[in-house]
């Protein structure tokens, strides 16, 4: 992985939990999961905030987008996801799933 990449990206998500957004999210079956709580959302609880696309300079297949969150009961973090030929198909569709009206950037 390109050191540039994986720079912005960690830089977006530091800047992010200094604002209070301290959550880790994934998407595993269907729901946002946060990492620490186990607690699942389903899509139309999730509103991002904002979204970062990166591209791998070595290999622009590397892509991936870095998700600013905020969940119906007020938590606030951070989904990092992978896209592209190695992406993941159940996040891609998890983000998709969301209301247009829940996306604020």
Known sequence: MDHNYAKSERKNIEKYQDKGYKSNYNVKDDSLLDVATKKKYKPEEVTVVKEY????MSNPSDMS??????TADNNKGTALIGYGPSGDINAAEFFKAI???????
């Open 53 to 56: 696309r990166y591209e791998g």
């Open 65 to 70: 987008i870095l998700y600013i969150i905020e």
């Open 99 to 105: 209301p247009k009206e829940n996306y604020k950037s």
